[in-house]
């Protein structure tokens, strides 16, 4: 732990079902590491301390340290300092499904490597590439893991050349999104198959090689240079066997054609032992297992078929030493990450005493520590915080400073002074106490979890500002009303939310202004299992639950014909407002946070008229941004020399975060709205214009121009990604018409031989409760569908259309406002 | 509009819009001819009743409360008053709160010792007049009430309470006699107003005895040794008598030289002439479950019976009181019947709704860092002990409290202040429930803010609007109940402490942020220090010279940290004029805009719109 040169932390990143857990899974069985939490009652190995026995100390697991002896001949290629052959790898567990991206980020920001796993024959999906790119962003080195290749060799029949481009393919598609998004400072971040940078693995059957280690073994064999074998291993080499000579073409002189190196080095030996053990006797096999230089136990070899196949090439190309080595060779130690890190971490703060602990890795430097997550003991009564110690040395004990979101250096809100109660060793599902870690390991805290909701920053220094570790969020778009089934759990039950809301960044929980708990989420399947959590380990009392249902916006189309005037409730002053929409592209801008509230005025006009073709006066005049002083509505000051405009910019920015936030016909929020103020006649005495008159006025104002601008509503809507065999097209294409959906693309993907093909459609959200259940059953359980929350559509008919009132009143309703469309009248005011 | 209105509007108004408005009365039900007229009249306001007590009592000057849809009947009142009394009788205009609350302060301008309250009452226990209480009687179809309310209900046994409307208080053994022998139902329960006999007629009424305030420590004395008393301390200074009436010297510090007792009962007060007689049935409710008292409504329920077997008969048409006795009979099914439509309906459907947006209030209010208190009554017994209460609660959690007299509240009036993160509102039970939506801060009764900010209380579904409610039973008003409720928060909090699982955390608990059900993120609470709380806290701020801000370039005023108004400013984007002293030349003044902000003078289209209206 002290020796940080020779540690990795390393995030498993990667789509779901491409067999992420189930290799991490096999990496820390081969290590040691139990992955199911132990039953309980056994006693604790290492616990001397009495109150430990109040702590249940089994956890979910979420990192494995693995150690690792490299090879003396492996630490040649290790291109940064270390010492001694000893290695520590934190292997950090992230989810994979696309629900869960926050979470997965979260994993990101405290390690310094990501172990990428790519399904060999689906290739980059668009959930792994999300991922990367945060990767890259926050500067943490990738490497690829192209896994389930035992499917494609054994299973699919596809010819060696098949599997050499599809690889190639996904490498190829890796090192595009690196060349883009890779910081050009932290050099070559491309995955070089040849350097081993790239493993080819089968997690399930636990065995898996680079292009070097077959490298080294036929180094040895012919006597040539490791480097020079490896180089010929990937790409367009070709050995002529005749000749003896390696080649770029691959055909020979006399028009024979040639086999890639890749393909008779490698992908054919698998085949080859494949071939043996499944097809021939054991006499056979033995031979081969000589050549290989392979020894089983007499009980292994009382295996047959698959069960020995595996155990052969589990020993022939063990999958943790590859993995690990590969971790070791190319992913940075903590030293040589932070350097660069500090860059994206401490950002805007370089020089300070904290940048520089960071950046040098110091475990006597102040104290920096991120917290990403709260991880659950299964006592259901603590939360571990999981954190990655920057600098600075953690110790039990110490008071520290915690400091939450919200803070910012040197205010006090979010801001606690308060003592670790103990540092714990987080080993699979188990946790062990410890004295103290110092910069570069991950860690758990305890003590400090009612202070953080998920994340924050931990520091002794009274300077330190907020580590910036990216986090996303999710939309969430649809949500349930829960309620105890007994009036009287209720405190449970609002326990309980507190609890999930603080494991599972993804979802959120909060009370609608009709008094009914609602948990949100950005899907329906991940809703449900939040709510079975919520039911079973969170609140541990019934619930009941209301029909999912979604979240709209409400949004104008035009710019208003007329200016509108809303008079203040004393008439005296009086407000002339018009709206407009923002193009999508500014929504988005203001959505991903390229143009942001906080940012300087004159940077942000000058991003919005150079690129989104706005005024540049107009643009510098933002008044604010809503709701929340960040969504995509903007209120632009137009008016021109009027008095007291000051005064009531306060005021009317107060009612702009309002309305946006509830928006006047059903109270959903606003999106890609612009009002304009285009006049303003206050009255001279100021009593007479104080934010009780200005308020109210403004509020009405917006509501006026907006109704006047053929107002209409947003719909999210899905970016499904449904795969099919071929003949269940037709249904799958009935299905999405019937819920309207839309086809996007439709590809058939080439690699494989059984015609699966994968079609993206979009598929408004509201249609898509039961939308995956449903291509189950028409498939026949061959369908795999991912949908992932897109963009807001808005919707076809106008606010008058009878459909669109029902849905008004239906929302109405459910939030409990008047059953009515609202009036302009009560909004306008004539002159 | 006149005409006259130009130059500097500092006076912008007229008044003319208030003397033009419009308000709903109601349809005078006398008759035209002047006899009839006197004497429906006399019926309704029950002058003879009215006289009798005035002249009984020998009160000098009497004042009368009409709320405004009565108004046009209030002249021949008082005249039919004066006439039959000789007394001086004034009409008092309706009252900046709620007209169902009597205006004391309006009637103490012209030193009134009595007040006649008429029209519909929230029945509220008053702090220093006596009120005489005339409902005016609305006419109930006693057989189309029966049958509808044979129409709601299936059997004749079920259990069933009625209650009604004041105005409709007159009718109820009509129609209670109806249903019990016509229609045999045997198991109605019938609240009363106040009294069990003479039912609807005299609801309370309030005797001044004497005058001089040394009749405080007599009566005092005199319920001390009066057997029946149950209810006075001997530690307090004030007596306390029943609900209806009490005095205080400490709340009244101008010394109001009235002692006041309540004579609830007419029969008793008969047979205990000049002792006073304590309401025993109401606060005591620990002792005697099964009786209630709710606004001025008492109900007993036989023995092993609770109110949720119930279901509620409501006479009357929607109203606060039917939304108040709703919210506070919330496990119970309502029924009512509108005299004036003739129609019955169940009303709970939307309780629940009603109750469940409370409770996201409740939710509001735990977050607010200030707090202000809207003090929405003037009238009602025991509101400065509320507003204390309430004062010593909020600054006991750390949270800034301002104080506000507010009148009726309205949104643009609420909006003034920013600051302010939830208001609390003391008045009456029917006054207190506001839907907040349009407001720009959200508005909760004492109980919910109670809720919010005590851990010894939590949401369980039973609500209370009556905040006397709330005060400890025992509790006595003046300075020795405020003592007590903040020895019994140091009480409560020193339990908390050691409930807690350790010091160290208990400890925790206070500082630690509290998960917001509002935003679904930790709330921590800003802590205010404020400016009553004992030496440990003030020795904190001696020591935390960091709580000052430093005078820096921008702002020219160093501010305290825990003013949340100062705080609020530092935030603000306008702070007032700059003054920018030899930046700014010196130039001679020209004439500007005249007018008003609807239409300056310079403005076209000014003289069309002189002629408009609002």
């Known amino acids: 732990m002290e020796n940080v040169t020779n540690i990795r932390n390393v995030s498993v990143i990667g789509q779901v079902n491409h ?71 934190n292997l950090v567990d992230s989810p994979g499904h696309v629900d869960l991206l926050p979470e997965a980020t979260a994993a990101l920001g405290i390690t310094d490597g990501a172990l990428m796993v790519v399904d060999c024959i689906e290739g980059i999906c668009h959930q792994t590439e999300v991922v990367l790119r945060q990767a890259l962003i926050q500067r943490i080195n990738p490497v690829i893991v192209i896994n389930k290749i035992d499917h494609a060799i054994f299973l699919s029949h596809h010819s060696t050349e098949d599997l050499y481009q599809s690889f190639k393919q996904t490498v190829e598609s890796v090192n595009t999104i690196v060349t883009i998004y890779g910081d050009k400072s932290l050099g070559d971040l491309m995955i070089h198959p040849e350097k081993g940078s790239v493993a080819f693995a089968s997690g399930l059957q636990g065995w898996a090689f680079t292009i070097p280690l077959f490298a080294d073994r036929y180094a040895k064999k012919f006597g040539v240079d490791r480097q020079k074998m490896a180089a010929k291993l990937w790409g367009d080499n070709y050995f002529n066997s005749a000749t003896k000579k390696w080649t770029k073409q691959n055909t020979t002189a006399d028009g024979k054609l040639l086999e890639r190196a890749f393909n008779v080095f490698i992908l054919d030996v698998i085949f080859k032992i494949s071939n043996t053990v499944m097809n021939n006797t054991m006499d056979n096999v033995l031979a081969m297992l000589v050549k290989l230089q392979v020894e089983l136990t007499p009980d292994e070899m009382e295996l047959q078929g698959k069960p020995l196949l595996k155990t052969i090439l589990n020993k022939y190309l063990p999958v943790g030493d590859v993995l690990m080595r590969m971790a070791v060779i190319h992913l940075p130690s903590p030293i040589t990450a932070q350097q660069h890190r500090v860059n994206v971490l401490y950002e805007d703060h370089l020089d300070e005493e904290c940048a520089t602990g960071i950046r040098d890795c110091n475990p006597n430097g102040p104290l920096m520590l991120y917290v990403s997550r709260m991880v659950p003991s299964s006592d259901k009564r603590h939360f571990y915080a999981l954190g990655r110690v920057f600098s600075g040395t953690v110790r039990y004990g110490l008071s520290v400073r915690i400091q939450g979101p919200g803070y910012v250096s040197k205010k006090k809100n979010d801001l606690f002074v308060k003592s670790i109660e103990r540092v714990v060793l987080l080993t699979g599902a188990y946790v062990q106490p410890v004295e103290s870690c110092p910069a570069g390991n991950i860690i758990g805290l305890l003590g400090i979890d009612q202070f953080l909701l998920q994340s924050g920053t931990i520091t002794t220094s009274e300077t330190a500002h907020n580590l910036k570790v990216i986090k996303t969020s999710v939309t969430p778009i649809v949500q349930i009303t829960v309620e105890s089934k007994d009036p009287s759990h209720m405190p449970k039950l609002v326990e309980g939310l507190k609890r999930l809301s603080k494991s599972d960044p993804s979802v959120h929980c909060y009370t609608s202004d009709t008094g009914e708990h609602i948990v949100a989420s950005c899907g329906e399947i991940h809703l449900e299992d939040c709510l079975k959590d919520l039911e079973e380990n969170c609140a541990q009392v019934p619930i009941q639950k209301s029909n999912p249902y979604i979240q709209y916006r409400e949004t104008v189309t035009i710019e208003s014909p007329d200016t509108v005037l809303a008079k203040s409730p004393n008439k005296h002053n009086r407000l002339f407002l018009r709206a407009a929409p923002l193009t999508e592209e500014v929504s988005r801008a203001i959505e991903d946070g390229t143009i942001h509230f906080n940012a300087e005025p004159k940077a942000r006009a000058h991003v919005l008229s150079e690129k989104y073709e706005w005024d540049n006066t107009e643009a510098r005049k933002i008044w604010s941004f809503g709701p929340n002083n960040s969504g995509p509505n903007v209120l632009v000051d137009m008016t021109k020399g009027v008095p007291y405009l000051q005064e009531i910019k306060d005021a009317c920015r107060t009612a702009f975060q309002w309305v946006t936030r509830e928006s006047v016909f059903a109270q959903e929020e606003m999106r890609a709205c612009r009002f304009n103020v285009m006049d303003v006649c206050m009255f001279s005495d100021a009593i007479h214009r104080g934010s009780g008159q200005i308020i109210p006025t403004c509020r009405r104002a917006v509501f006026a121009s907006m109704m006047i601008s053929e107002p209409r509503f947003m719909e999210p809507m899905y970016l499904v990604d449904i795969r099919i065999p071929m003949d269940a097209m037709e249904v799958v294409y009935g299905i999405i018409t019937t819920r309207r959906g839309q086809v996007l693309s439709e590809i058939n993907c080439p690699r494989t031989t059984t015609s699966i093909c994968r079609v993206q459609v979009y598929v408004p959200v509201a249609e898509s409760f039961g939308l995956m259940s449903e291509l189950r059953e028409a498939t026949g359980g061959q369908a795999s569908v991912q949908s992932v929350f897109d963009h807001w559509k808005m919707m076809q008919f106008g606010m008058d259309h009878p459909d669109t009132q029902k849905l008004i009143m239906d929302i109405r309703e459910r939030k409990g406002l008047k059953l009515e469309m609202p009036k302009l009248e009560t909004f306008q005011d004539r002159l | 509009m006149s005409n006259s209105l130009s130059g500097p509007a500092t006076l912008a108004d007229d008044g003319s819009a208030v003397i033009s408005r419009q308000i709903k009365v109601h349809h005078s039900r006398l008759s035209t001819d002047a006899q009839t007229k006197i004497n429906t009249c006399s019926d309704i306001y029950e002058i003879n009743r009215t006289v009798a007590i005035i002249q009984e009592r020998g009160y000098k000057r009497v004042a009368l409360q009409f709320p405004d849809e009565l108004l046009p009947d209030s002249g021949l009142v008082a005249q039919l008053i004066r006439e039959q009394t000789g007394r001086g009788v004034y009409i008092l205009a309706d009252t900046s709160y709620g007209s169902c609350c009597v205006d004391e302060v309006a009637a103490q301008h012209i030193a009134a010792d009595v007040i006649v309250h008429y029209g519909r009452s929230c029945q509220s226990p008053t702090s220093r007049l006596p009120v005489i209480y005339v409902f005016g009687k609305q006419p109930v179809d006693i057989q189309d009430c029966a049958s509808v309310f044979d129409g709601l209900f299936s059997g004749n046994r079920a259990k069933i309470i009625l209650m009604y409307d004041v105005i409709y208080a007159h009718c109820i053994d009509g129609l209670l006699e109806t249903l019990e022998s016509k229609m045999e139902y045997t198991h109605i329960i019938k609240s009363r107003v106040e009294t069990e006999s003479n039912l609807g007629y005299v609801l309370s009424q309030d005797i001044v005895f004497s005058n001089g305030s040394r009749c405080c420590q007599e009566k005092a004395s005199c319920c001390k040794n009066n057997g029946d008393s149950t209810e006075s301390s001997p530690s307090s200074s004030c007596c306390q008598n029943g609900t209806s009436s009490l005095v205080s010297t400490c709340v009244n510090p101008t010394g109001y030289p009235t002692a006041t007792t309540t004579i609830a009962q007419q029969h008793r007060q008969q047979q205990q002439q000049q002792l006073p007689e304590l309401d025993v049935n109401d606060h005591n409710s620990s002792a005697e479950i099964n009786k209630r008292r709710r606004f001025g409504r008492v109900y007993e329920l036989p023995e092993g019976d609770t109110i949720d077997d119930y279901t509620l008969f409501y006479v009357g048409d929607e109203s606060p009181t039917l939304s108040n006795i709703m919210m506070t009979h919330n496990k119970c099914e309502v029924y009512s019947y509108d005299p004036e439509k003739k129609e019955g309906r169940l009303e709970s459907a939307q309780v629940n709704k009603a109750l469940m947006r409370r409770y996201f209030l409740v939710q509001k209010a735990r977050d607010a860092d200030v707090i202000g208190i809207a003090v929405g009554t003037l009238g009602v017994a025991s509101y400065m002990t509320m507003i204390q209460h309430l004062k010593t609660l909020i600054e006991s959690k750390g949270k800034k409290v301002y104080t506000f007299v507010m009148g009726k509240l309205n949104v643009a009036k609420m909006a003034n202040f920013m600051e302010i993160d939830c208001f609390v509102y003391v008045a009456c039970p029917e006054n207190s429930l506001i839907d907040s939506r349009e407001f720009y801060r959200p508005i909760v009764t004492p109980f919910e803010l109670e ?72 709330k921590q609470s800003r802590r205010y220090v404020s400016n009553k709380e004992d030496s440990k806290e003030l020795s904190n701020l001696m020591e935390g010279t960091k709580d000052l801000m430093v005078r820096d370039k921008n702002t020219s005023v160093a501010t305290l940290m825990s003013s949340a108004a100062g705080e609020y400013l530092h935030a603000r984007e306008f702070k007032g004029l700059e003054v920018k002293l030899g930046e700014t030349h010196v130039e001679l003044a020209t004439e500007g805009r005249a007018g008003i902000a609807r239409g300056y003078n310079t403005e076209s289209g000014y003289k069309d719109r002189e002629k408009e209206k609002y």
């Open chain 1, 19 to 89: 067999g992420k857990s189930t290799l991490a899974n096999t990496l820390a069985s081969i290590a040691g590491i139990p992955t199911t939490p132990r039953v309980e009652g056994s006693c604790c190995s290492t616990v001397n301390d009495d109150n430990e026995k109040d702590y249940d100390i089994t956890i979910k697991p979420v990192v494995f340290p693995l150690y690792f002896n490299v090879n003396e001949d492996d630490v040649g290629d290790i291109q940064q300092k270390s010492n001694g052959s000893a290695f520590m790898i």
């Open chain 2, 451 to 522: 809720i919010a900010l005590s851990k010894s209380r939590e949401w369980t579904g039973e609500y209370i609007t009556d905040f006397q409610q709330l005060l400890p039973e025992d509790g006595k008003i003046g300075v020795n109940r405020i003592k007590l409720s903040q020895a019994q928060l140091e009480a409560a909090s020193d339990r908390e402490d050691e409930n807690g699982l350790s010091d160290q955390i208990s400890d925790e608990d206070d500082e630690a942020p509290h998960f917001s059900l509002v935003t679904g993120q930790l």
